[in-house]
């Protein structure tokens, strides 16, 4: 197991942490923004570079201290049993039987055809400045 940054241990991070080595840490998301994602997924960063005056380890323009106290922990480890945030999300409804057709009663394509007519013409539309 890894070794573990807590976000009151930033200035160890910033001390310990290295360049080209990949570090973790884990988000939390709001079950209001989907209710079919996972609850927390994990991002990864990688110290390449320092900062010009400090000299302090940088990924992506913030140092190693405050990335570990905006966000920590920091793990050393890749965590288990979390989703990375750039892989897709899970698939929410099953594929669908190779002859589906997806039948629209009349009052639905009324419906439709009023929000058609109902929405703007572009050519009468203002434009944005």
């Not at 994602?37 to 992506?60: C, M, R, S």
């Not at 039987?97 to 572009?122: C, F, M, N, T, W």
Request: hydrophobic content about 30%; some cysteine.
């Amino acid at each position: 197991m890894g070794k573990t940054w807590k976000p009151q241990d930033s200035k160890r991070f910033g001390r310990e942490a290295q360049l080209g080595k990949t570090y973790y840490y884990i988000v939390n998301l709001s079950s209001r923004a989907g209710a079919w994602e996972d609850k927390q997924l994990y991002h990864e960063i990688v110290f390449d570079g320092h900062a010009p005056f400090t000299g302090h380890k940088t990924a992506n323009g913030y140092s190693a201290e405050t990335l570990c106290r905006q966000y920590g922990p920091i793990y050393e480890d890749q965590p288990r049993g979390i989703r990375h945030a750039g892989t897709p999300a899970p698939q929410v409804a099953g594929p669908l039987s190779q002859g589906y057709e997806g039948v629209l009663d009349h009052a639905e394509i009324r419906g439709l055809e009023k929000q058609v007519a109902d929405s703007s013409d572009p050519r009468t539309r203002r434009r944005f400045l």
